[in-house]
């Protein structure tokens, strides 16, 4: 894995700082302004840092374990979800709570803003409930769906909610009761990522594979013969290119033109173990990708020797990667407990 990095001019992935967190670190979410980086752990807490390092607020979470969260897309605002049934808003100015409410089922395991941030959307078993931001009033509920509720998306430049399920996606709007439309499809969707553009919806999938809808038109595409199931996709900024997981090497999929059907995806070689997550800059031309194995690398895709960095972080997976919204640091989540911050020099 060495040599991988020796080809490179340097290692241009540098340490910024790094700190101990009491449990695996669950998810990583930046404040709109870029000021501050939240990790969440699955025992509960949730710490909330500046770009120095800081602790600036540790929140309670969620009894039992927090389970995902999402940052206002504007305002310093936190959602987050956990296993006690409860959707909970934070304001990360005070670090005090803004609103509880009950999600529904006995896990509440994802959550959404609007593009706006004035609607959050989360998910709790078969349902879906929708929540005005400041108050925490419930709008409406959707569901039951086919099975449990593994990802919601809102399309973007768009008020319209994308559901997977076992079974396929639903489209909901917030006025209306009732889906606006189904795209049917016999597996068990585990991931959704809408294209930057809105164009084309894809998901990862429990049966090791990556469908992807052309949302105009409802037409699909299907990738298969991948070595396990995939949960890790990211979209480039231009909606050309999706990144994916599921397995030792990320997948780079040309999805411009005529799309990704019949062509094969870039591969980058350089990890030791399964892949657990790819995240593109958003608004760059680098990609990050992390493994099983503790190993976390940037790569230029476009370059001939595209790894321009990496840094073995931990001895055990990283479990979560984030780019700060000025695509300048790189946060890094452990599964045994710790976070860092790498600047690409």
């Known amino acids: 894995m060495a040599s991988d990095v020796g080809r490179t001019a340097k290692n241009r992935l540098a340490l910024v700082w790094q700190r101990g967190l009491p449990d695996h670190v669950q998810e990583l979410a930046w404040t709109a302004d870029g000021t501050h980086i939240v990790a ?9 840092y500046d770009r120095a390092g800081t602790l600036h607020h540790e929140l309670p979470g969620h009894g039992f374990g927090t389970l995902h969260i999402a940052a206002h897309p504007a305002k310093p605002l936190l959602a987050s979800g956990g296993q006690d049934g409860s959707v909970r808003v934070w304001d990360l100015e005070t670090g005090g709570e803004l609103w509880q409410a009950d999600g529904g089922a006995a896990w509440v395991e994802r959550l959404a803003w609007n ?42 430049k768009a008020n319209e909610l994308a559901v997977a399920a076992y079974g396929g996606i639903a489209f909901y709007e917030p006025d209306r009761a009732e889906a606006i439309r189904h795209f049917e499809w016999k597996g ?57 997981g599921g397995g030792e090497v990320p997948c780079l999929w040309d999805c411009s033109g005529a799309g990704p059907e019949g062509r094969t995806p870039k591969m980058l070689q350089g990890h030791a173990g399964s892949v657990t997550a790819v995240q593109w800059q958003r608004r760059g031309f680098l990609i990050a ?16 020797r595209p790894l321009l960095g990496a840094a073995n972080f931990a001895e055990d997976e990283i479990s979560c990667l984030a780019w700060s919204p000025d695509d300048s640091l790189l946060a890094v989540g452990s599964g045994k407990g710790a976070i860092a911050l790498f600047r690409v020099t």
């Open 289 to 304: 990708t992390s493994d099983d194995a503790g190993r976390v690398c940037v790569w230029q895709p476009a370059n001939t």
């Open 188 to 244: 068990s969707p585990l991931r959704l990522a809408w294209s930057p553009t809105g164009a084309m919806l894809a998901h990862g999938n429990q049966d090791a594979s990556v469908h992807f809808w052309y949302a105009d038109t409802g037409r699909e595409l299907h990738m298969s013969g991948y070595p396990k199931k995939v949960r890790e996709l990211s979209w480039d900024f231009a909606g050309r290119v999706l990144a994916t």
């Open 40 to 48: 969440a752990t699955i025992g509960g807490p949730i710490f909330a």
């Open 115 to 156: 593009l706006d941030g004035s609607i959050l959307a989360s998910a709790a078993g078969k349902n879906v409930r929708l929540w005005r931001a400041e108050s925490g009033e419930r709008l409406a509920e959707f569901g039951p769906h086919g099975g449990t509720v593994a990802d919601i998306a809102w399309k973007p």
